[in-house]
């Protein structure tokens, strides 16, 4: 029997796990560890500070799903990988294994200017967004100036652009938008770039919900440092703020980093080529957010990044699971597609309304582009929600 140690158990980790065992049946051994006991579909965390969703809407245990499905769970922190006896050392133990899945997701670097972790707050993790929910009922007793954006080298500007149109709409049905300045600042070479060359007709659709919601916009530009009180941003201006909710980087996490047989690059994501093996170590593989992605632009003037969002790392899980099974079988024809070249599809919130980005590959060249605006109701944001949960749920990781 061939044993594979998945670490992470979000999109691409659940994704690779359910995917390894079900074509390797058998087998096949699958262990998936990760020290968090729910499985949280992220992309739903806009919806928390406003009473729209509770946290538990939008997770559900993966114990049982796994157990179902012939998955062992471990509810463990992964500390580190020795790649020459192939084994994980986690907070319940050692796991040896044939094949290693690094599936970890990230670690938010707060720390990339002064006052981002003291003074803005971050939508990322539940904790942030019921923290967002408490603090917004306290500014609705003393409204005044808002600041979303991103900082530089983030490279989650859809995130950031969701809560802004959420926000904007929550203040309207506050009766206070007209006691609020609401800005937004992002490192992008231009509205609707999102770290993806941009699509077509998306800086124009974006300037008119700018000017439509009456929201003050900054381009191009960094944060210098965060106050209690307003952001400097790297051009000097200072932009009074009463509430502000910044996108930081991401980097690789401490398991990624600790493990120096992984050669991690130094934000801490493992090299992989086309088919998401390691480009240097044997049997270990990398899927979803741990992934090294290119960047296919050179930013102009403020360093950001690439999104690596639900989508791809779903893609990328299934990559992994059925290259590992063909390796097993002593295959040497692996499935291969870059990061880049997995086709672009996300559905953008924007308070009740979305907006559609569909792409034949997320990175240019693409033979198809295209925003759709629904300026009715967000019902495929919900759609897709529902959803990804129920498959989830089913442990049907096969599905689109």
């Known amino acids: 029997m061939t044993t594979t140690v998945v670490v992470g158990g979000s999109f691409a980790g659940m994704t690779a796990a359910l995917e390894i065992k079900r074509k390797g049946r058998e087998e096949h051994k699958v262990i998936l560890i990760d020290k968090s006991p729910l499985f949280l579909f992220i ?35 992964a500390l580190k990988v020795d790649t020459t006896t192939q084994t994980v050392s986690t907070t319940k133990g050692d796991f ?13 670097k707060y720390d990339i200017a002064p006052g981002v972790e003291e003074f803005a707050h971050y939508i ?15 500014f609705k007793k003393n409204p ?14 859809g995130a950031a652009y969701e809560f802004l149109f959420n926000i904007e709409k929550w203040l309207r049905e506050q009766n206070i938008r007209k006691k609020v300045d609401l800005y937004w600042i992002t490192p992008e070479d231009y509205l609707g770039h999102f770290g993806i060359g941009g699509m077509p007709m998306g800086e124009t659709m974006l300037k008119t919900f700018m000017k439509m919601f009456n929201i ?24 009074p703020s009463n509430f502000t909710m910044l996108m930081p ?32 170590v044997p049997n270990v593989w990398a899927a979803g957010i741990a ?51 997995i086709p672009g599809l996300c559905i953008m919130d924007a308070g009740k309304k979305e907006v559609l980005i569909i792409s034949s590959s997320l990175f240019k060249p ?31 990781a096969f599905l689109p």
Request: glycine share 10%.
């Open 249 to 280: 980087p991401f980097i690789g996490v401490e398991f990624v980093t600790n493990s120096l047989d992984l050669k991690a690059t130094p934000a801490g994501y493992i090299p992989i080529g086309d088919d998401y093996k390691h480009l240097y």
């Open 144 to 157: 005044g100036p808002i600041v979303i954006g991103a900082t530089q080298n983030a490279g989650c500007m």
């Open 124 to 138: 990322g993790t539940p904790n942030g967004a019921m923290k967002i929910r408490t603090t917004l009922e306290e």
């Open 43 to 77: 992309p739903s965390l806009i919806w928390v500070p406003f009473g729209r969703r509770e946290i538990k809407d939008i997770s559900f245990k993966k114990e049982e799903v796994l157990k179902k499905k012939g998955v062992d769970f471990v509810h463990a922190e």
């Open 291 to 341: 992934v090294d992605v290119k960047l296919p632009f050179t930013p102009k003037s403020i360093p950001f990044g690439s999104p690596k969002t639900g989508y791809p790392s779903d893609e990328t899980g299934k990559i992994v699971a059925e290259n590992i099974i063909r390796t097993t079988k002593g295959r040497t024809d692996l499935v291969k597609k870059s990061w880049g070249r």
């Open 366 to 396: 693409r033979s198809f582009a295209i925003m759709i605006p629904n300026i009715l109701y967000d019902f495929n944001k919900v759609l897709l929600e529902k959803y990804f949960l129920w498959k989830t749920k089913k442990g049907f």
């Open 96 to 108: 040896k294994y044939d094949n290693l899945v690094v599936a970890t997701g990230p670690k938010v």
């Open 216 to 239: 003050h916009y900054r381009t191009e530009v960094g944060v210098k440092e965060v106050f209690a009180d307003g952001v400097e941003l790297s051009t000097g201006e200072i932009v």
